[in-house]
């Protein structure tokens, strides 16, 4: 099975995070033994996170991110956990510095951003 590009969920759309995780379980399904095998992403995961925005959702919205809560990370990392935990980690580790990142004064934070 591969991920559907013709439903692809981007945060212009309004479904939560969770929502748009939800929806990219059949592909971490798919990639799952490869990522523990391999002890990292697929491509094609980090690709579809990419695609639905998932990654900017810890990013400030003056910083064209999402600027969700933290209950909202949380609550997405736990819902890519259910169908793979090592993705899961893996993007719970780089959203997480991007919430770091964004906390730093407004001038450091435009550089990185």
Known sequence: MSYNTERR?????????????????????EHRQAAERDACMAPAVAQALKLTGLYRITSP????????????????????AKTCPGSAWAYGIVTASTAMAASLPRADAEQLF
């Open 9 to 29: 969920v981007g945060s212009d759309d309004r479904s939560s995070a969770v929502e748009r995780a939800r929806i990219l379980q059949p592909l971490l399904a």
């Open 61 to 80: 919205k003056r910083m064209a991110g999402e600027g969700e809560t933290v209950r909202a990370f949380v609550d997405t990392v736990s819902e890519l």
